[in-house]
């Protein structure tokens, strides 16, 4: 059990009542029945008996401890390191997914609710109407080999982490993202032997090369501490669940943008255009 599993990342649940003599009402019943089962074949989902735990156990790759007491041996700052998945070590335990899950998930239309008309299958289902929003601040990177999560020694572990420098900006980067980019952002201190770090789980609408990933949580850390030892960087963005696309295709020398649009909302693109020339 780990911190992101436990409290950092986060779940969601819906509760829904269904009238199954309805046809869109059996429709959304049956895509997620069908999903869950999806779910359940694929070959890196695995039933938690006494022998799988203990080669979880006896497994290089895991490490079995106490979150509150890390490693004495392991560096202050480890990137998305948990403390529990050992870095740069490959398992054949659970494997590799069978399907893609993004591509196989379920898009749901739900009905509004003052169209919504017990008996009838014929009521329109309603369409997703995006809303062009202004943007109030608006930053870019050419991402290095190490922020594209291809470090170019292959003795190299993935930082999981995205610096956000000043990049060529009209910005301060030791006060812009943590007071103006995500100023609104619901920060936690934590008190550590080199001084504070603040973090936050920002929610953003991400697009990679034009493809619309939905909403994804992103973590943001703030510590003035690093000013002096990561070249005046004091605010990192870890990559997260998009960690994995970043992995499967190298994006180095692309781009990545991030905006702060006026409805508090966030945005982050990759895109392989200079946005300086789109722009």
């Known amino acids: 059990m780990t911190a992101g599993g436990l409290f950092n990342n986060y779940e969601a649940t819906l509760a829904c009542?269904?009238?199954?003599?309805?046809?869109?009402?059996?429709?959304?019943?049956?895509?997620?029945?069908?999903?869950?089962?999806?779910l359940r074949s694929d070959r890196v989902c695995r039933l938690l008996t006494t022998e799988l735990l203990t080669s979880?156990?006896?497994?290089?790759?895991y490490r079995i401890g106490d979150e509150d007491h890390p490693d004495r041996h392991q560096p202050q700052e480890r990137g998305d390191y948990d403390g529990v998945t050992l870095p740069g070590l490959q398992t054949?335990?659970?494997?590799?997914?069978s399907s893609p899950k993004r591509s196989l998930a379920p898009r749901i239309q739900a009905l509004p609710s003052e169209t919504r008309v017990r008996g009838r299958s014929d009521a329109p289902t309603s369409t997703r109407t995006i809303t062009p929003r202004r943007r109030s601040s608006r930053w870019w990177?050419?991402?290095?080999?190490?922020?594209?999560?291809h470090p170019r020694s292959p003795s190299t572990n993935p930082t999981g982490s995205l610096k956000l420098t000043q990049a060529g900006h009209d910005v301060d980067q030791t006060t812009?993202?943590?007071?103006?980019?995500f100023r609104d952002?619901?920060?936690?201190?934590e008190q550590k032997p080199r001084g504070v770090l603040e973090e936050?789980?920002?929610p953003m609408e991400v697009i990679v090369e034009g493809d619309d990933q939905g909403?994804?949580?992103?973590?943001?850390?703030?510590?003035?501490?690093?000013?002096?030892?990561?070249?005046?960087?004091?605010?990192?963005?870890?990559?997260?669940d998009l960690r994995a696309t970043l992995t499967r295709d190298n994006f180095t020398q692309a781009w990545v943008i991030l905006e702060r649009l006026n409805d508090g909302s966030y945005r982050l693109e990759i895109t392989r255009e200079n946005p300086a020339e789109a722009a």
């Open 56 to 61: 979880l156990v006896n497994d290089a790759a």
């Open 17 to 38: 009542d269904l009238d199954l003599t309805l046809d869109e009402d059996q429709q959304i019943y049956q895509q997620v029945s069908t999903w869950f089962e999806t």
């Open 200 to 202: 936050a789980i920002v």
């Open 141 to 149: 990177k050419q991402m290095s080999a190490a922020d594209a999560q």
């Open 92 to 97: 054949d335990i659970f494997g590799i997914s």
């Open 215 to 240: 909403s994804l949580n992103f973590k943001v850390d703030h510590a003035e501490y690093r000013i002096a030892g990561q070249g005046n960087v004091s605010t990192w963005l870890h990559w997260g």
């Open 185 to 189: 952002a619901n920060w936690v201190s």
């Open 176 to 181: 812009f993202f943590r007071y103006t980019m």
